[in-house]
């Protein structure tokens, strides 16, 4: 089985901005509840680039419901321990 690798244009500064996204405010109940309301600016406040690519994955992770942000954090949280994740700087990214 061939190792792993991130493509050319691999965007690691984006790959930071939404696992801080992630470990900041999809993990987080009360802050998955402002995204909800509010999800660029929640993700804004959280120190998220608000960028065309950043911008695309938070208003299609705004789609998801509150039990479904809440699986992806605790999928995450999995992954993470389990060693499957991309070292983005801190926090690190889930690898699905």
């Known amino acids: ?3 792993a690798h991130l493509p050319a244009d691999f965007d690691q500064d984006t790959a930071q901005a939404l696992a ?17 309301q509010d999800p660029v600016a929640t993700a804004e406040a ?10 695309k994955v938070i208003l299609t992770l705004a789609e998801l419901s509150p ?7 605790e999928l995450n949280r ?8 991309v070292e983005t700087g801190n926090p690190p990214l889930m690898v699905y």
Request: charged share 30%; hydrophobic share 45%; no cysteine.
């Open 1 to 3: 089985m061939p190792d």
């Open 20 to 36: 801080r996204l992630v470990e900041e405010v999809i993990d987080v109940p009360s802050a998955r509840l402002q995204f909800r």
């Open 46 to 55: 959280a120190d998220v680039p608000i960028t065309d690519q950043t911008t």
């Open 67 to 73: 039990a479904e942000l809440r699986l992806l954090s």
């Open 78 to 85: 999995v992954f993470i321990e389990e060693g499957l994740f």
